[in-house]
């Protein structure tokens, strides 16, 4: 399966690349600002820092419309801030405050959003796949035209649920977008240590679904490879997998010592850095200055200090709150 | 209007009645359509409904829940079935990680209300991977509700209390009983509320608690008991959880002594949390240990007759439990 290079990039206005490239910089400053709290205790648990793919789940985004559900997984930092969800509500989550998305149920790896049909991070990888086809079957029963944007990890093609999903989304044809954002390991093992077939998208052929696979590393193209593949999905031809291939820069949480590939390598992937392609390119074409580059950083630097201020501030999950939601057995 | 029907003529017409009452109920699971159930329990709904209501699936058990908790998630009532409790573990990631925690883990902004029809149960000669009544795997997990009939009227009007609960219910129907079960059942719309037990005989001598397969036994045993002067209370536990704590306690304030049966294995299984509940909640009333009938911890129940006979909780070892205990 030959990865799009896009060489040549549909026209894109100088509003929405900058547009574009906020959203990376939203997602790159606010996961910097998770990292220095959980180093300074005020952040706990596990830290999945999305740093170096911000291009798939931003470039991706734009092809969902606020009608379209969105499953994501357990790195959904970067999924849930290009969803729209407020930086605020999610620094509060992963703080453990009342003022969170889950109200400090879930933590950093479960965000929702009734609003914005954010139906959550899964930190049981592969664990959104077949809920996705539950969202897409209610869809398609509902005669709704919108479609599922099913985000998962290459190390979830290993379990069971990927071919059991992808099976059903062709037999049903139904309508989902399979989102591989491809960083080349799960956890520690690294991608031809765990999959016979190292080709994701090739694994879509014996399901009959449509598939591609897009440099991750450019916003551009993954926005334009996901926006037809959105269009085919939209247009009847059943779903459709994605390969978006990337990197993380950081090791796979906070307390991973990341002692599974060398530093050449990533230092490598760090010359691809999404960010600093995109600001070159745009440079080049004379879309981007340093003013507006001052300009962005500083309205970033806002909103994620008001997000870190508004999680200080907010009042801690009341203990009284444990049994909260619980549903099916009332147990006291 | 009421007429005698059998457990399995019961879900069936639950099934079709709450469709016809319900748009958003849909079914799903593994030949239940063009086949109609493995069982026949979903006999005719195909035809009734059309496949767009009844839905043919893989054996995918993971993806059939997973498909049921999605669609719930956007305003669905999907009803699925898991042919036999034996091949639900394949689903159990699905039930325990996501529906059962989908509420508390969104603290509210998703609810589940999925019903899954699990068929389960032994002593037909169904050997190791047909045979399991397995609900005690699901009631450690709060966020689930799980229920368990044994009158065709129970699972009529509780199977429709199922598919309009709010919260994930595991409905297990035992295979033993589809056929050989029948009673009075009205043709109209009824619900049995999830949670109540049933005092299905008063005593005055020792409760026993059961479900199930074995709540007929235990009545059997009950009338043999009191031919010999025992006179034995007993409760059945529909809904395994929650559990109704105030009926089994009240029961036992009276009769101070506790015989617990069900098909299952013992070692943690439902009968170690009945116990427990009576030992922390009513020891000052009770008059004698706390007694189990139970399934043999056995792995899985094995083929062979007369080995599968000999698995099998009779009246007669109810019987003698009970006596030895009244003698307390």
């Known amino acids: 399966m030959s990865v799009t290079t896009m060489p040549e990039r549909p026209p894109v206005t100088p509003e929405h690349a900058v547009f574009l490239l906020r959203e990376m910089l939203r997602i790159r400053r606010f996961e910097e600002k998770a990292a220095e709290m959980y180093s300074l205790g005020k952040i706990h648990g596990f830290l999945h820092l999305y740093i170096g793919e911000e291009a798939t789940g931003v470039g991706s985004m734009q092809a969902f419309t606020p009608d379209d559900a969105i499953v994501a997984t357990y790195r959904e930092h970067g999924h849930a801030l290009a969803r729209g969800m407020p930086a605020r509500v999610l620094m509060a989550e992963m703080y453990g405050k009342v003022t969170g998305c889950s109200h400090g149920h879930g933590g950093s790896m479960h965000f929702f959003d009734t609003n914005r049909r954010f139906y959550g991070g899964y930190a049981i990888v592969g664990g959104g796949l077949p809920i996705a086809i539950g969202l897409a079957l209610a869809d398609q029963m509902q005669n709704r035209q919108a479609i599922t944007a099913c985000y998962f990890g290459d190390g979830a093609v290993a379990e069971g649920e990927f071919h059991e999903s992808l099976n059903l989304a062709a037999l049903w044809k139904l309508p989902v977008v399979f989102l591989c954002e491809n960083n080349l390991y799960a956890m520690g093992t690294a991608l031809e240590r765990h999959q016979a077939q190292t080709d994701i998208s090739r694994k879509a052929a014996v399901y009959g679904l449509s598939a591609s696979a897009v440099d991750g590393m450019d916003v551009l193209a993954v926005e334009a490879a996901t926006r037809e593949a959105a269009a085919s999905v939209r247009g009847g031809k059943g779903p459709y997998l994605l390969e978006l291939r990337t990197y993380r820069f950081r090791a796979h949480s906070m307390a991973d010592p990341d002692l599974y590939r060398t530093k050449e390598e990533i230092a490598e992937w760090k010359k691809r850095d999404p960010i600093v392609l995109f600001q070159n390119r745009l440079r080049e074409s004379g879309m981007l200055t340093d003013e507006i580059v001052a300009r962005i950083e500083a309205e970033v630097g806002d909103e994620i200090g008001q997000a870190v201020q508004f999680a200080e501030e907010s009042p801690r999950e009341p203990v009284e709150d444990l049994l909260k939601e619980v549903g099916g057995q009332n147990r006291s | ?328």
């Open chain 2, 1 to 328: 209007m009421s007429r005698t029907i059998t457990l399995i003529e019961a879900v069936n017409e639950a099934l079709s009645q709450e469709m016809e009452r319900d748009d958003r109920v849909f079914l799903l699971g593994e030949d239940i359509g063009l086949s109609g159930g493995v069982f026949k329990a979903t006999d005719g709904l195909l035809a009734k409904f059309g496949q767009e209501r009844v839905l043919d699936t893989p054996l995918a058990e993971g993806a059939i829940i997973a498909a049921a908790i999605g669609s719930s998630m956007v305003g669905w009532r999907p009803v699925a079935e898991i042919q036999f409790a034996d091949f639900i573990t394949p689903a159990t990631d699905q039930i325990i990680q996501q529906a059962s925690k989908l509420r508390y883990r969104s603290a509210g902004g998703f609810t589940c209300p999925i019903t899954i029809r699990v068929c389960c149960g032994g002593g037909g000669g169904s050997g190791l991977y047909h045979s399991q009544e397995n609900a005690a795997w699901f009631a450690h997990e709060p966020g689930l509700k799980i229920v368990m009939p044994s009158t065709a009227y129970d699972a009529k009007g509780m199977l429709l209390a199922a598919i309009r609960d709010p919260d994930p219910v595991i409905f297990f129907e035992h295979k033993r009983l589809y056929r050989t079960v029948k009673d009075e059942v009205p043709e109209g719309d009824y619900t049995v509320p999830i949670g109540p037990a049933a005092v299905r005989r008063e005593g005055r001598d020792l409760t026993i608690l059961t479900y199930g397969s074995l709540t007929q036994p235990s009545l059997n045993a009950a009338a043999d008991l009191s031919a010999r002067n025992i006179e034995a209370e007993v409760i059945e536990i529909r809904t395994l959880a929650p559990l109704d704590k105030e009926t089994i306690l009240h029961s036992v304030r009276k009769t101070s002594k506790v015989l617990i049966v069900h098909e299952d294995k013992r070692t943690m299984g439902i009968g170690a949390e009945l116990a427990a509940i009576v030992s922390e909640e009513a020891f000052e009333d009770l008059d004698g240990p706390i007694v189990r009938v139970t399934g043999p911890d056995v792995p899985a129940i094995p083929f062979a007759p007369p080995l599968d006979k000999a698995w099998q909780v009779d009246t007669h070892m109810i019987v003698a439990a009970a006596e030895k205990l009244a003698a307390y």
